[in-house]
C-alpha cells in the first residue's frame, strides 16, 4: 500500500495538475495535521482546491477516490501470511482517520496485524521516537528484536534511534530478503 507516489499521482491525474505541484502540498504542514487528527481530510481538500484555485465542486471525488488511490502489495501480502504465527506484525502509519476503516473495512486485511499504530490515534507521527516505542509496547516486543520496514529513510533512521532494525522498501523482492535475512 503506498500513500505517496501512486496515491499523489492518482489525485494529481484526477485535478489534471502536475504530480509535483500536488506531491509539495501534500508533503506541507497541511498533511501533517491530518496524519496527526488536528484537521480533517474535507478540510484538507478544501485548502488544496483554494490554492490551486479549483472548484469545491471537486470535493466529493476525493471522497469517491480515496480506495482507488491505495493498491495492496499481493506479494508482501502471502509473505505475511507464510510467516509462523510467533511473528507478531504490527502496522505502523502516518496516516488519518480514514485508514483503520479502509484497512478493516474496504481492504478487509486488519487480520494480518496484532496491532495497528496509526498516528491520529496516538498523536504523534513517525519519525518521532515515542511512536515506535509506542508500537513496540502495543505488540510487547524488545526493540532489538523488531524489524521496521518504511519507504522513507527518516522513519528508518526514527526506528533504528530506538533500536529496531531497520528496512527501507525499495522493491518487494529486495524487502522480503533482507527480511528473511533478519530473521535467520
Given at each position: 500500500?503506498?500513500k505517496?507516489g501512486?496515491?499523489?499521482e492518482?489525485?494529481?491525474e484526477?485535478?489534471?495538475?502536475?504530480n509535483?505541484?500536488?506531491?509539495?502540498?501534500?508533503?506541507?504542514d497541511?498533511?501533517r495535521?491530518?496524519d496527526?487528527?488536528?484537521?480533517?481530510?474535507e478540510d484538507?481538500?478544501r485548502?488544496?482546491?483554494?490554492?490551486l484555485?479549483?472548484?469545491?465542486?471537486?470535493?466529493?471525488?476525493?471522497?469517491e477516490?480515496?480506495?482507488?488511490?491505495?493498491?495492496?502489495n499481493?506479494?508482501?501480502?502471502?509473505y505475511?501470511q507464510s510467516l509462523p504465527?510467533?511473528?507478531?506484525?504490527?502496522?505502523?502509519?502516518?496516516?488519518?482517520n480514514r485508514?483503520r476503516?479502509?484497512i478493516?473495512?474496504d481492504?478487509e486485511?486488519?487480520?494480518?496485524?496484532d496491532?495497528?499504530?496509526?498516528?491520529?490515534?496516538?498523536?504523534l507521527?513517525?519519525?518521532?521516537?515515542?511512536?515506535?516505542?509506542?508500537?513496540?509496547?502495543?505488540l510487547?516486543?524488545?526493540?532489538?528484536e523488531?524489524?521496521?520496514v518504511?519507504?522513507?529513510?527518516?522513519n528508518?533512521?526514527?526506528?533504528?534511534k530506538?533500536?529496531m532494525?531497520?528496512?527501507?522498501?525499495t522493491?518487494?523482492?529486495?524487502?522480503?530478503?533482507?527480511?528473511?535475512h533478519?530473521?535467520?
Open positions: 500500500m503506498s505517496y501512486l496515491g499523489h492518482y489525485y494529481a484526477l485535478m489534471g495538475i502536475p509535483d505541484i500536488l506531491q509539495s502540498f501534500f508533503d506541507g497541511m498533511n495535521l491530518v496527526l487528527g488536528e484537521i480533517s481530510h484538507f481538500y485548502t488544496l482546491l483554494k490554492e484555485n479549483l472548484s469545491e465542486d471537486m470535493l466529493p471525488l476525493f471522497s477516490s480515496f480506495r482507488k488511490a491505495f493498491k495492496l499481493l506479494r508482501i501480502i502471502e505475511i504465527e510467533s511473528i507478531k506484525i504490527g502496522l505502523l502509519s502516518n496516516y488519518s485508514l476503516p479502509l478493516e473495512e481492504l486485511i486488519a487480520h494480518l496485524f496491532d495497528m499504530v496509526i498516528s491520529c490515534e496516538v498523536k507521527l513517525k519519525p518521532d521516537e515515542k511512536i515506535y516505542q509506542t508500537a513496540l509496547s502495543r510487547n516486543v524488545e526493540a532489538e523488531a524489524i521496521f518504511d519507504d522513507r529513510l527518516e528508518i533512521e526514527g526506528a533504528q530506538v533500536g532494525h531497520g528496512v527501507l522498501f522493491e518487494t523482492k529486495q524487502v522480503i530478503n533482507e527480511i528473511n533478519l530473521l535467520s
